[in-house]
């Protein structure tokens, strides 16, 4: 299957002859624009992060990294990640077919969005981040961005 996780689909036949399902295309939409690949990646670093540089507990004698350079340097691995897995699952060389780079960019959205919502980077090192607003920027993102991104 070429380019699984592209939202505009190029020469694509159609399938069946029934009308289009728009909560199905409300839904295929917002799975492709929420970066779920990156998800676990993220959760398996901050996990690490967090056991080296505990909420209020003690500082580590001796790490090479600082608990600022720790989260910043993550999420930036974490976002190429996700650019670079977003532009080859949204292209197809072989078909001659570029990457939805628009797309790319509502997940990049996204992603932010979502680290917003844990707090992260964004608490520890920014010391800009909010609950509720975090909440309510998750929830309004989520059901909007398919209806922005059509």
């Known amino acids: 299957m070429s380019a699984p996780l592209r ?3 190029v020469n ?3 399938i069946g002859g029934g009308p289009p399902d728009p909560f199905k ?3 295929d939409r917002l799975v492709k624009l929420v970066p ?3 998800v676990g990646l993220y959760m398996a670093g901050k996990v690490a992060i967090n056991d080296r540089y505990p909420i209020g507990g003690p500082k580590p004698a001796g790490a090479l990294l600082s608990e600022s350079a720790a989260w910043i340097g993550w999420t930036l691995f974490c976002l190429i990640a996700l650019v670079l897995i977003r532009r080859w699952a949204t292209s197809d060389k072989q078909a001659n ?3 939805e780079w628009k797309a790319i960019g509502f997940v990049v959205i996204s992603y932010f969005v979502w680290l917003y919502s844990l707090g992260d980077v964004f608490a520890r090192v920014f010391l800009i981040w909010d609950p509720l607003i975090a909440s309510l920027l998750v929830l309004g993102w989520t059901f909007l961005v398919p209806w922005i991104y059509m």
């Open 7 to 9: 939202i505009r689909r």
């Open 97 to 99: 077919i570029p990457p």
């Open 12 to 14: 694509q036949p159609a």
């Open 36 to 38: 779920a690949e990156i």
């Open 25 to 27: 295309d409300y839904t």
